[in-house]
């Protein structure tokens, strides 16, 4: 037993050794090939990475459990079965007796995470473009198809899941050419599941995908493309080396904050990080430079030597929150370790704003931006996860601007919306908006256009994605304001559609609106926490909703408390909350005096956590089932 155990660990040891003595050989720029592997969400990417890493014996089929993903790091990721960051990972492949660097950089497919993909892309040559067999195109193969066009990398069209009996390859390759001009013969058919046809795949990405034009001679210039916070090294930067060569102990410069590192440690993913004497011209890997905050490590920065300044490259946008949230603690006396607790998930995720926030009915809290719902839902779920604190999460709020006679105020929380009496200030509220596209089979086009119309759609437009046999396809798209999107519209499209509609959507800027805000009196006072901004159309229908979920969730009290939606003075909706006497001491007669007691304290203790709104007590944790849904 023991010399088993003993011998299985030998070999771990000596694999390891081998090809970390592979990955410090140097590779010059013909023998690397930089990629990302891009599709609709769920079509099989993080399978592909996987059994390309398996293929190349980076990983070994053992090391992992089974359905495990290996570049989904994140317990999320694990639960929900969706990559939330991009990942990187460097294999070493051999063909025709010459060793090759592959870096894959794996990319989300929510398009909450849509800034995730250009980002990883932009150190990419190449793409795989990965289409599912039995589903087709859909919308989000549509925006990420284009997003690498843009930036001009190759793309290989890789047909996944044909094992399935469903798979319909032949017809699929067909729709790639009529909608992105592909030509069917350069698809390539593979299922990722079992790893039939994947070793075309390397092929393909050897032949196809150019090296990265790089220059070993030229001065060093290093695009920082993502970076992680590590607790006793500082910043780690995923860098990819434009031209020069990147070694430990190199004195270089930030472009951006023009502030100076030393390279402690550097090295390539692999996929977990395996140090190198040297990144050289076309790499992609991590560097460790003593940054202390990650504020220091600005994406889309580029790094070059002290003393030989380059001219920065092109950045990226930077990610723009789409949906506001105020975050409080279900406890109001954590507010510092919630705080503390977002701090450090951020760190992680540079995508998220913070502020801090406080009302009178929750306390202490911040305000959160995010990309999107799923990003919101998926960063509360870290913040459980990682740092067990519960939290209370509001209404999610998009950004409108309130244009002034003089100035224009951006306002992502209710609270600072101007209330009706102060409208006669304001010129013009204008709301953000999207433009949307939607591919679904032609027989639910008329449920789909009436969904989109009830959500406020305007410019509805459609034409024929591809037509074989009786299942034709249909492109719709339209301009929506993205605040119909942020709530339950993704579920209402998938359930209206029987699951076959996929929907992608990209900023349209912003337009005049008639919004209004809604605010919700308990026993005549209003609880800020609870406001909204609606849309004039909407008012009754939302208004009625939240006072009766209100009614269901808010405990009675020793008197009747009237539950209403206001729009400045105008009542919306009401509901009566009756009157109820919570007598803890019935049924304890006579000689029970110790037990009363007991009881009467204990009711006092739960009245400490209570909140008082006017003259109704609240415990903190009816929010959070007032707003968790
Ligand atoms: N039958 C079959 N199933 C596959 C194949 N490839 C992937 N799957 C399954 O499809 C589902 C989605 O695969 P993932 O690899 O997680 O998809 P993804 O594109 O990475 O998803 P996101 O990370 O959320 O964007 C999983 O249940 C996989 O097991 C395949 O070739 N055949």
Same mark, same amino acid.
């Given at each position: 037993?023991?010399?088993?155990?003993?011998?299985?660990?030998?070999?771990?040891?000596?694999?390891?050794?081998?090809?970390?003595?592979?990955?410090?050989?140097?590779?010059?720029?013909?023998?690397?090939?930089?990629?990302?592997?891009?599709?609709?969400?769920?079509?099989?990417?993080?399978?592909?990475?996987?059994?390309?890493?398996?293929?190349?014996? %980076?990983?070994?089929?053992?090391?992992?459990?089974?359905?495990?993903?290996?570049?989904?790091?994140?317990?999320?990721?694990?639960?929900?079965?969706?990559?939330?960051?991009?990942?990187?990972?460097?294999?070493?492949?051999?063909?025709?007796?010459?060793?090759?660097?592959?870096?894959?950089?794996?990319?989300? +497919?929510?398009?909450?995470?849509?800034?995730?993909?250009?980002?990883?892309?932009?150190?990419?040559?190449?793409?795989?473009?990965?289409?599912?067999?039995?589903?087709?195109?859909?919308?989000?193969?549509?925006?990420?198809?284009?997003?690498?066009?843009?930036?001009?990398?190759?793309?290989?069209?890789?047909?996944?899941?044909?094992?399935?009996?469903?798979?319909?390859?032949?017809?699929?390759?067909?729709?790639?050419?009529?909608?992105?001009?592909?030509?069917?013969?350069?698809?390539?058919?593979?299922?990722?599941?079992?790893?039939?046809?994947?070793?075309?795949?390397?092929?393909?990405?050897?032949?196809?995908?150019?090296?990265?034009?790089?220059?070993?001679?030229?001065?060093?210039?290093?695009?920082?493309?993502?970076?992680?916070?590590?607790?006793?090294?500082?910043?780690?930067?995923?860098?990819?080396?434009?031209?020069?060569?990147?070694?430990?102990?190199?004195?270089?410069?930030?472009?951006?904050?023009?502030?100076?590192?030393?390279?402690?440690?550097?090295?390539?993913?692999?996929?977990?990080?395996?140090? %190198?004497?040297?990144?050289?011209?076309?790499?992609?890997?991590?560097?460790?430079?003593?940054?202390?905050?990650?504020?220091?490590?600005?994406?889309?920065?580029?790094?070059?030597?002290?003393?030989?300044?380059?001219?920065?490259?092109? +950045?990226?946008?930077?990610?723009?929150?789409?949906?506001?949230?105020?975050?409080?603690?279900?406890?109001?006396?954590?507010?510092?370790?919630?705080?503390?607790?977002?701090?450090?998930?951020?760190?992680?995720?540079?995508?998220?704003?913070?502020?801090?926030?406080?009302?009178?009915?929750?306390?202490?809290?911040?305000?959160?931006?995010?990309?999107?719902?799923?990003?919101?839902?998926?960063?509360?779920?870290?913040?459980?996860?990682?740092?067990?604190?519960?939290?209370?999460?509001?209404?999610?709020?998009?950004?409108?601007?309130?244009?002034?006679?003089?100035?224009?105020?951006?306002?992502?929380?209710?609270?600072?919306?101007?209330?009706?009496?102060?409208?006669?200030?304001?010129?013009?509220?204008?709301?953000?908006?999207?433009?949307?596209?939607?591919?679904?089979?032609?027989?639910?086009?008329?449920?789909?256009?009436?969904?989109?119309?009830?959500?406020?759609?305007?410019?509805?437009?459609?034409?024929?994605?591809?037509?074989?046999?009786?299942?034709?396809?249909?492109?719709?798209?339209?301009?929506?304001?993205?605040?119909?999107?942020?709530?339950?519209?993704?579920?209402?499209?998938?359930?209206?559609?029987? +699951?076959?509609?996929?929907?992608?959507?990209?900023?349209?800027?912003?337009?005049?609106?008639?919004?209004?805000?809604?605010?919700?009196?308990?026993?005549?006072?209003?609880?800020?926490?609870?406001?909204?901004?609606?849309?004039?159309?909407?008012?009754?229908?939302?208004?009625?909703?939240?006072?009766?979920?209100?009614?269901?969730?808010?405990?009675?009290?020793?008197?009747?408390?009237?539950?209403?939606?206001?729009?400045?003075?105008?009542?919306?909706?009401?509901?009566?909350?009756?009157?109820?006497?919570?007598?803890?001491?019935?049924?304890?007669?006579?000689?029970?005096?110790?037990?009363?007691?007991?009881?009467?304290?204990?009711?006092?203790?739960?009245?400490?956590?209570?909140?008082?709104?006017?003259?109704?007590?609240?415990?903190?944790?009816?929010?959070?089932?007032?707003?968790?849904?």
């Amino acid at each position: 037993m023991l010399e088993c155990w003993r011998r299985a660990c030998l070999e771990v040891f000596q694999r390891n050794l081998r090809s970390h003595n592979a990955l410090r050989r140097e590779f010059s720029s013909s023998a690397c090939r930089n990629f990302s592997i891009i599709a609709h969400i769920d079509h099989g990417k993080s399978t592909l990475a996987d059994r390309l890493l398996e293929l190349t014996g %980076t990983i070994d089929k053992k090391d992992r459990g089974l359905n495990q993903q290996v570049l989904d790091k994140l317990k999320v990721e694990r639960e929900r079965g969706i990559t939330v960051k991009a990942q990187t990972a460097s294999m070493i492949h051999t063909h025709e007796g010459r060793k090759y660097l592959l870096n894959l950089i794996d990319t989300p +497919g929510h398009v909450d995470f849509a800034w995730e993909v250009s980002r990883s892309m932009a150190a990419c040559q190449g793409a795989l473009l990965l289409v599912d067999a039995t589903q087709g195109v859909q919308a989000q193969s549509i925006s990420v198809f284009h997003i690498a066009k843009e930036r001009g990398l190759t793309i290989i069209p890789v047909l996944n899941k044909i094992d399935l009996p469903a798979a319909q390859p032949e017809i699929i390759a067909a729709q790639m050419q009529s909608t992105f001009g592909i030509n069917p013969e350069d698809c390539l058919h593979i299922s990722a599941k079992s790893g039939k046809g994947v070793e075309k795949v390397l092929d393909a990405i050897l032949a196809r995908i150019p090296p990265p034009r790089a220059d070993a001679n030229a001065p060093l210039k290093a695009l920082l493309f993502d970076s992680s916070y590590d607790r006793y090294r500082g910043v780690i930067s995923l860098v990819n080396v434009q031209s020069g060569v990147l070694r430990k102990g190199d004195k270089i410069a930030s472009c951006h904050t023009r502030k100076k590192y030393d390279i402690i440690d550097l090295g390539i993913m692999h996929p977990e990080e395996v140090s %190198t004497t040297s990144l050289r011209p076309g790499q992609v890997g991590y560097i460790a430079c003593n940054m202390k905050e990650s504020s220091e490590a600005h994406i889309g920065d580029t790094l070059h030597r002290v003393g030989s300044p380059v001219e920065s490259m092109p +950045g990226f946008k930077p990610a723009k929150a789409m949906v506001y949230a105020g975050v409080f603690p279900v406890d109001s006396n954590d507010f510092p370790k919630l705080e503390e607790s977002i701090k450090r998930l951020t760190l992680t995720d540079r995508s998220v704003e913070v502020t801090r926030e406080s009302s009178t009915a929750l306390g202490q809290g911040c305000r959160l931006g995010f990309l999107g719902t799923l990003h919101m839902e998926v960063f509360r779920q870290r913040l459980e996860d990682e740092y067990n604190s519960s939290v209370i999460i509001t209404a999610p709020t998009v950004p409108y601007k309130v244009v002034y006679r003089d100035r224009t105020v951006m306002v992502s929380n209710p609270t600072d919306f101007p209330d009706p009496e102060a409208m006669i200030k304001v010129k013009d509220i204008q709301e953000p908006i999207v433009s949307t596209t939607i591919i679904v089979p032609q027989e639910y086009l008329g449920e789909m256009m009436d969904l989109c119309y009830t959500h406020r759609a305007e410019d509805l437009d459609h034409r024929y994605l591809d037509i074989s046999g009786d299942s034709a396809r249909i492109i719709l798209t339209c301009i929506m304001p993205l605040s119909e999107i942020v709530t339950d519209f993704f579920d209402k499209l998938k359930s209206r559609s029987s +699951g076959f509609a996929s929907f992608d959507y990209e900023d349209a800027g912003y337009k005049a609106s008639n919004l209004s805000k809604m605010t919700f009196l308990l026993n005549g006072r209003p609880v800020d926490a609870l406001a909204l901004i609606v849309h004039r159309t909407a008012e009754q229908e939302v208004g009625r909703a939240w006072v009766k979920k209100l009614h269901k969730v808010i405990p009675r009290q020793l008197f009747e408390v009237p539950i209403q939606a206001a729009v400045g003075r105008r009542i919306i909706a009401r509901e009566t909350l009756s009157a109820y006497r919570a007598d803890v001491t019935a049924g304890l007669y006579g000689g029970h005096y110790e037990r009363k007691l007991k009881h009467l304290e204990n009711q006092k203790e739960s009245k400490k956590k209570m909140k008082k709104i006017g003259t109704v007590e609240l415990p903190q944790e009816a929010f959070y089932d007032i707003l968790k849904t």
